[in-house]
């Protein structure tokens, strides 16, 4: 097939998990990157995985190839993806923004310029603003109500500067994620329009790194809300109750190579998929525990959600820091301790050559009597310290 000039996507879905499916669609937020490692060739898949606070485990949904990364392949990776759900499940994929109905909140991205419009393009095709109330035509404008990028991918991109640039102003550039505050905003797009820092450029022109950086976060509106919560237009309940990274389907990944291994031809990864023991048996099982934890309310993983896991979290850390105040408090408690072997020993000393004194002054003198009673008393000192 010639593939120059045509976009090409494949759209895998397993007919079996169709429950599996349908509680990925129920989730909060659903998390899409690319993978390059498994598939030889032009084409390279595209993963979307959630996390079901239900039933407190990831679910991987879909991989789609595609052997283009430009806004028109995105746009239509999104749309093959909905219309798919729509297809295998019987029921339309939802957003809570565009909809005012469904669990679904955002999705969490890589900083991929191309898929940001791509999904704004298909957001557009979706939203009724009778319905949700956004009347834009804009889709770097309709992005930021759903969309947040990898936090992950964010800071690895500050990181690749150049080693000259000082790691004050690295911490520096990082802090907009955090940012809750206009004048802080402001404080922040200051400090990097009026950055110093230059380096030379094909050996030819000289140019700014941390101008050049942050003109392209500029140049595309929706980066900077799409990782800052002031800045974001998403609703401050669905960013807190989402991630900001793609950790659920970066790990979804390892998990596919381990079972499928890598570089394989895209026709023999898909069959892989379909008819590998492990990768099939693993969907199969998925579907299966579904089915037993709804019809048998049994949960095998319910301490592992989100919630969950900050809870524990913020247990171990009050723990830590607990042990960590006891052992300063011991350390403490040991350096006087120390300190007052030190002084005791000294006086020691010094009693040993007032008693080696005066008994030297017995042998010289007649007062030996007297002299005697002064070293008894200086001898009975000793013994009550």
Known sequence: MDWIGKVLVLLRFLCDAC???VRCITSMYLAIDYTFKRVRGELDEWEVASFSEQYKRRLSLASLYCNRQTEDAFYQLFTEFADAVQRVTGRSL???PFHNEGTLRCFVLDAE???AQGLG???LTINNPAISGIATSDPLEIVQYVMKTCRVHFERNIDDLPNAIPKSVIARLK?????????DIQSWHEFCMNSP??????DLLLTNLIQDWYQQKVTHPWILPSINRFLSRIDAASWDLTPS???IVETAHASRNRETAIQKPILEAIILL???YSARERDNVAVRELQLITEQCVMPKRWNGVAECEKFSMQRQSWNHAKKGARNQDLASLGELQSQHTDLKEKIEQSLQVQKDLEQQQCDTAQAPLLRKEVENEKEWRRGL
């Open 19 to 21: 429950p599996l499916i």
């Open 94 to 96: 939802k957003m809570l």
């Open 113 to 115: 310029v191309a898929q």
């Open 121 to 123: 393009r298909w957001l």
């Open 175 to 183: 802090s907009i994620i955090g940012m809750c505050s206009a004048n």
């Open 197 to 202: 820092y230059e380096a030379v450029k094909n």
């Open 245 to 247: 990274h793609t950790n």
């Open 274 to 276: 379909f008819h590998l």
